[in-house]
T-cell receptor, first 109, second 114 residues
Framework: RKEVEQDPGPFNVPEGATVAFNCTYS??????FFWYRQDCRKEPKLLMS???SGNEDGRFTAQLNRASQYISLLIRDSKLSDSATYLC??????????FGAGTRLFVKA | GAGVSQSPRYKVAKRGQDVALRCDPI?????LFWYQQALGQGPEFLTY????????KSGLPSDRFFAERPEGSVSTLKIQRTQQEDSAVYLC????????????FGPGTRLTVT
């Protein structure tokens, strides 16, 4: 079983829709969690951190469910510019950064 | 300010050749990471430097892969005797502190082994 798993999608949604992605992790000792965004043929960029209490940044909300070992990303009022691959990141101590394979999102007009 | 830069951006190597990939992190960033990203996959961790010290090289796939950061700034990832399975995008990232959070990525080097 992979350490971090994501639904690869693609998710095809119309502008203005709400879409949610999940990311599951296998190591219960995992400590810190993040979401990155990667545009086609570009480098990943940090989108937001995921805290136990949840984290909201404008239209984006990230949540952590430790009991079920998953994190989620909710995007409200989707924009065309939200089209990208969303990568979840898990840290289990140390410096090794574990990325999921990513979920592809296409927002269409 | 200047971000992370990598060179070359594209590299084509014949199987068996050695290659060297360069990373210039953001000035003053303590931590530096190398990743390998295959098509359709997320980045796979290769190695981590804190200043000039290589503290984690658990992700290097074989002893053909070698990384260094001798003066705690620029880093080089070297691949000896390249194989077709080495074809991927190699990403470098730096972060300002001692923790791995808030990483800033370079544009990557796309390596194609023919």
């Amino acid at each position: 079983r992979k350490e971090v798993e994501q639904d690869p999608g693609p998710f095809n949604v119309p502008e203005g829709a709400t879409v949610a992605f999940n990311c599951t992790y296998s190591n219960s000792a995992s400590q810190s969690f993040f979401w990155y965004r990667q545009d086609c043929r570009k480098e990943p960029k940090l989108l937001m951190s995921v805290y136990s209490s949840g984290n909201e940044d404008g239209r984006f909300t990230a949540q952590l469910n430790r009991a079920s070992q998953y994190i989620s990303l909710l995007i409200r009022d989707s924009k065309l510019s939200d089209s990208a691959t969303y990568l979840c990141v898990v840290y289990t101590g140390g410096f090794k950064t574990i990325f999921g394979a990513g979920t592809r999102l296409f927002v269409k007009a | 300010g200047a971000g992370v830069s990598q060179s070359p951006r594209y590299k084509v190597a014949k199987r068996g050749q050695d290659v060297a990939l360069r990373c210039d992190p953001i000035s003053g960033h303590v931590s530096l990471f190398w990743y390998q990203q295959a098509l359709g996959q997320g980045p796979e961790f290769l190695t981590y430097f804190q200043n000039e010290a290589q503290l984690d090289k658990s992700g290097l796939p074989s002893d053909r892969f070698f990384a260094e950061r001798p003066e705690g700034s620029v880093s080089t990832l070297k691949i000896q005797r390249t194989q077709q399975e080495d074809s991927a995008v190699y990403l470098c990232a730096s972060s300002p502190g001692l923790d791995p959070y808030e990483q800033y990525f370079g544009p990557g080097t796309r390596l194609t082994v023919t």
